[in-house]
């Protein structure tokens, strides 16, 4: 989901190398109130549900005024965030060029592609569609990182993922009964993600401002952006449902907002390998959520797939040895 990686690059390997280790112990980390199993759990939970929420905001409200309310609310929680700790946003307008375009690969247009799709998809196939997103992180990495060289393993994985996309969408049934309009959309969202990544490893390394600056700026040009495009392809809301309004707040809120906070507290207790651990739970989470609390319909292509799919992007962050 928010995809959702943090925006800046780890410091530890944004250069390629780790930072000095100093000669004297660094202090010790302040100790978490709830263990970070518990919020890799909720952090899950959170996203899991986004789908469904998706869903039911896109009920009675367009797409494009789901996709700017999730921005709006999560950029109002971190703006607190930034605010109790006393963070300021980035400097240098060569910064903001760069975070326009990151705002657009990772938020923007993801968030409204996800939107769209749904119009016409279940959401638990836009779960699994986004579980996409490393094998397809994968085969740019081939083309556009020379540094991150494939290794039997990780193409063996993708294509794995991609057999078990073709499983997920029943591709031995000539994909009868499936909308290709809305699945090409998910698969879309799912793409941005990886490019959007790239991008911000090419061009924002180095900025030395916090994530959370980085991020909440980025948010801010999403919303913006949104803000922009929202009046020129929809008409202001005659009636404001309370249910679909309630799922875009908690959207925003929890899974834009509060998703990014708690990720960010793994990254740093744990490492960023654990955290994105994550994305394996997410169309797990999704499909119960969208079969229990939507009543979809759930063949046996769809777990099957999702299996495989998670499998391959699985082996697709398998590294060599050094």
């Known amino acids: 989901m928010t995809t959702a990686a943090s925006t800046a690059p ?10 000095t280790v100093p000669a004297t112990r660094p202090p010790a980390a302040p100790r978490r109130a709830l263990d970070w ?9 959170i996203w899991g549900f986004s789908f469904l929420l998706i869903k039911v905001g896109t009920q009675s409200y367009a797409p494009f005024q789901v996709t700017l309310g999730r921005l709006a609310f999560g ?20 910064t903001w060029a760069h975070l326009t375009v990151a705002a657009l690969l990772l938020n923007a247009l993801p968030f409204s592609l996800f939107a769209y799709a749904e119009l016409t998809i279940p959401s638990t196939l ?7 997103s490393p094998l397809w992180g994968m085969a740019l990495s081939l083309v556009a990182l020379s540094e991150d060289r494939p290794t ?12 078990g996309v073709l499983t997920v969408l029943g591709a031995w049934q000539g994909f009868s009964g499936l909308d290709a309009r809305g699945t090409a959309l998910a698969l879309l969202a799912s793409l941005s993600y990886p490019i959007g990544w790239i991008y911000v490893r090419r061009t924002l390394a180095g900025t030395g401002s916090s994530a959370l600056s980085m991020t909440g700026a980025q948010l801010f040009l999403a919303t913006l952006q949104l803000a922009v495009v929202t009046p020129l392809f929809t008409t202001f809301p005659a009636r404001f449902p309370l249910l679909p309004l309630s799922a875009i707040a908690a959207l925003g809120a929890l899974g834009t907002g509060l998703a990014l906070l708690i990720q960010y507290g793994l990254v740093t207790e ?20 969208g079969v229990a609390l939507l009543d979809e319909s759930l063949t046996w292509s769809t777990p099957v797939g999702a299996l495989i799919v998670l499998a391959g992007a699985a082996l697709t962050q398998a590294r060599g040895k050094a």
């Open 37 to 45: 199993r518990l919020r890799f759990g909720i952090l899950s939970l």
């Open 126 to 132: 836009a779960g699994i569609c986004n579980a996409t």
């Open 10 to 19: 780890d410091p530890t390997t944004a250069t390629g190398s780790p930072r």
């Open 270 to 289: 744990v490492g960023p390998t654990t955290a994105q651990m994550v994305t394996y739970f997410i169309p797990v989470i999704a499909t119960a959520a």
């Open 152 to 163: 039997r393993v990780r193409v063996a994985g993708l294509g794995l993922g991609f057999l």
């Open 75 to 94: 950029t109002a929680v971190l703006a607190v965030a930034m605010a109790v700790k006393r963070d300021r946003l980035p400097r240098g307008a060569r």
